[in-house]
């Protein structure tokens, strides 16, 4: 009767361990898909707002005298956003041009005829949302990452973790380019 | 029977026997009004009728033939067990309708449907199936229960295990950037178009939870409660957190864990009502779809998953569920060596200690002969180095005696120890 007892407790152990194992793998893919599903979604946005910059250059050109050395800048970045394929180099673009659309929007403090251009407004308003929307984004995405980071140094998920060879992630920092503040120039 | 009838109503019974007899005849009539009140719930009028009838009737037949007299009696006492077993039936049968018909009325009342008849004939298969196994082969009994069990839990996830895993796995979302697909919200909740109206107090809410236990108590006064019906309604609201709110749509949506806010028992059953209030502080998982082009949060089907708890349990909830899994872990590794221990028989003698693993015949020998020589020749020169005698030696003649026979050597000096606290023979001889 032991024997059979003490079958019955290898066997629950048995079936424990392997649910446990397969729950930590699927656990660790969901985080690594997770952070994958965030970055992505991050991507997203800097697309919506690069799909904003035509019709901003076409309602500040129409109104005022911008520098137009600066919008070709702004319309060759855009383009080679949207042809490039690499993460990387897809963020360093839309860093680059964060700046010069944020510039392109709060022209209209200084223009009383752009300030009253309705497509203009909605314009303005739209590119605000996506960068509140990328604001929230990039920290769902950090949450993300110290999430996927986290589950794969935990006991024992660590053990799986390296198995699967699954290596940390970087967080996203604000680059020393957006922490840059020039001014509002013209 | 014939020849036991016949020897029966052989000799007349003395008069005094039929007084005696007349006198059982009231016991048994009391015994029989007792079944009849009780089981068949027939009370008679009047109430004493069986009193007067039997020792009536052992009367009249003692006046007509007293042979006939020790024969009617042991009719009446074996109609007792009749009366009884037909009693007991019939209460069953009455017990069963009178459920039946309970069942019935409750189902009305709260509009519940009844049973498919292909669920109630699988689930009498699987019921008879484990008595007919447990009657077979308890030990088979045992084990299904413990192999079905967990496999089946392991396949199929219940929808409040896959809310609690994806809480734990999902970054919480702010409303205005919440992306498309499986998300987690945390919130407060603003009440739609419409409230609901609770059922225990009419309390007006934007959802409620109310179950009706039936409660059993045991023997020892230790009270259980089987649910036996359950209803959950929510009408569709919005959350709200700093950056926006968005609305719910809250089909198929399951509450966890809501606040108890009125329970009472009464009639056997316990009732209680959980409430979803408007500037809860909730958080939810499900997935963020459109209707009509707006961000609306929804049932998720391929994940099966949408559920709402409140925000302070989920924060409970994070906080023990490492220290249970931890306690799991540590239980898991005891018990595979319970397991070890339980499959092995251990040997302990004299010279001898030996671990046979039963069901691979491994033999490993902890201690035998020899290392238990070596054992007391490391106690013999810790004796001499330390100078250590144990209690046993204080009898100094046994100490001589002892020390001869470890063959210490003529130098050692042996004492007599006293030792207060374990009184010995030896002190107690002295002292007389």
Known sequence: ?186 | MTNFIHDITRFEVAPPAVFFLMLFSLLLALVHTLIFLALFKISFRPSKLLYILYPSIMAVTAFIDLRWIVLEFIVLFLFTFVLGICGMIFAFIKSVKLSQKERHRFRKKHHIPRKPLRKKILGGFFSLLFILVFYVNPGLFVLSIFLILPILSLILPSKRNRFFKYQQLLPTSKIRSVAMGLAELRGELIAGDALLSSPIKSKRCIGFQYSIEKVSTDKDGKKSYRTIFNETKCNPFRLKDATGTISVNPENMDLYQLDIDERYQSGGKRYTQRLLMPKDQVLIVGKIGLQNNIPVLQYEPIKKVFGIAPYHYITTYNTFKPLLNRFLSFTSIFGFFVALILMSTIVIRQDYIGITFTPTGHNFVLLNNQSHNKLKDIHKSQNRKNKIITPQQTNPDTAVQRAKEDELPPEVHIETIELPDIPSNTTKKKTK
């Open chain 1, 1 to 186: 009767m032991n024997t059979i007892i003490g079958y019955i407790v290898i066997f629950l152990i048995a079936a424990g361990l392997i649910s446990t194992v397969i729950s930590l793998y699927n656990r660790l893919i969901m985080l690594k898909f997770n952070v994958d599903k965030a970055y992505a979604n991050i991507d997203l946005l800097l697309k919506q707002r690069t799909d904003e910059i035509p019709d901003l250059i076409k309602v500040v050109k129409e109104s005022v005298n911008y520098e137009s050395s600066q919008l070709e800048k702004l319309t060759k970045l855009r383009t080679a956003f949207i042809n490039s394929t690499d993460q990387d180099e897809r963020v360093k673009l839309s860093n680059t041009m964060a700046p010069m659309v944020h510039s392109l929007v709060a022209v209209a403090e200084n223009y009383p005829d752009l300030k009253a251009n309705t497509g203009f407004n909605v314009l303005q308003q739209r590119v605000s949302d996506i960068e509140d929307a990328i604001t929230d984004r990039r920290e769902l995405f950090n949450e993300s990452v110290n999430m996927y980071n986290i589950g794969i140094h935990e006991f024992p998920n660590v053990l799986l973790a390296r198995i699967l060879g699954y290596k940390d992630k970087t967080l996203l920092r604000v680059s020393e380019q957006e922490k840059q503040y020039d001014g509002i120039r013209f």
